[in-house]
Structure formats: C-alpha cells, structure tokens
C-alpha cells in the first residue's frame, strides 16, 4: 500500500471548518483513500473514504486532489469533541486487506 | 452499523502470568479480524491477522508464541499474551470487517498493564 504524510499536529477553533491534508503521491489506481480518527484511549472511528471523487458523509467532506496524490479531510464546523488524531490510509478495497497506521495528525480543537 | 466488542477494556496481571483478551463481532460474521498494539503517543502497529479455522498470520517481529490467537468462531477472535513481562504493557486494538462493507470496525481497545 502506498505511504503517506500527515503534519504533526494542527490547532483548530471550536466552530470553524478543520482542514486536514494527506499527501499520497505513490497511490495506485486501485487505492481508496480512507480517514480514521482515534480519541484519546479508544478504538479507531471510521470516518470516510474514497476513490477519485470528492465524498461528503454526516461527519466530513473529503476532497481528492484529480491526480489523486493528496487529499484533505474537512470537518465542517469543529466542536471541541472532535479533538483526535486522525489518520490516512490508501489501500486497495479488499476485505483482507490489512490497513497499516502512519503517524496521523493530532487535531486539537480550541476554545 | 457494525459493532466490534473487546473484553475486557482493561487487565493488570503479574509478570510471568498469561492474560486473554476476547474480540466478537457483535452483529455480522468475521471471517478474518487484525490485532494491532499501541504504545503511548505512538500510532496503531498491526500484530497478526486472525483467519477462521486457520492459523494466524503474523507480522514481521511480531512473536507467534508470545501472541497466540485463536479464531474459533466467525464471531469470536482471541489474544492471548503468554508469560507477560512489564514491556508487554500496551494498549491492544481487534478490528473486523463486515462483508459488503467498505473499511473495518474497531473494537474499543483493550488496556494490559503488566506489574
């Protein structure tokens, strides 16, 4: 599966959208690009995936870039629950296929 | 939607005893189910991948005979940590699939704390 880079960390404003960039620049064709996020001390949550086409879910917006080498999940209006580390993942759909973790990006919403 | 339960979400055990954390698939069957282990303020690394009937498969340096797991049913995935020592003290994570379903289900983790 292919790598990808994340930031560190961002700092966001309670009510306002959150940008979160992936860069994917070795995915394959047959890559989805998958966002998880993990709050403190729990499993990882599904967040949204896709393949080429920008998706948007009750949750967030995901933005493919149209050569598909990065994307940016967005959270819409950031509460301070949102406050996780999120994590991307490019893997081909498969159900066993395994998903392998980067180093995410710490998202802490503020006051 | 899916639900992916772990038992117990935390167990402190002596150095040298064993302890087995339980992974089921609440509501769809599960062929195959994934062990990751999380240390603190590291990301998730993947263990083993847990097959139905079959033996599991292990990542690289991961120790098969430290971490068995046993696949026993299509709901039921278990981890078990032989002769724990303190450096085994981690937070452990199963995840599942549910056919026709894109991505998996995590369960909400399990705490071993090993003294």
Known sequence: DAKTTQPTSMDCAEGRAANLPCNHSTISGNEYVYWYRQIHSQGPQYIIHGLKNNETNEMASLIITEDRKSSTLILPHATLRDTAVYYCIVRVENN????????????NVKP | GAVVSQHPSWV???SGTSVKIECRSLDFQATTMFWYRQF????LMLMATSNEGS?????QGVEKDKFLINHASLTLSTLTVTSAH?????????SANEPGMYGYTFGSGTRLTVV
Do not use: H, V
């Open chain 1, 96 to 107: 066993f296929n395994k998903f392998y973790f980067g180093s995410g990006t710490k998202l």
């Open chain 2, 12 to 14: 402190i055990c002596k």
């Open chain 2, 40 to 43: 603190p303020k590291q990301s």
């Open chain 2, 55 to 59: 033996k599991a498969t292990y990542e």
């Open chain 2, 86 to 94: 303190p450096e085994d003290s981690s937070f452990y994570i199963c």
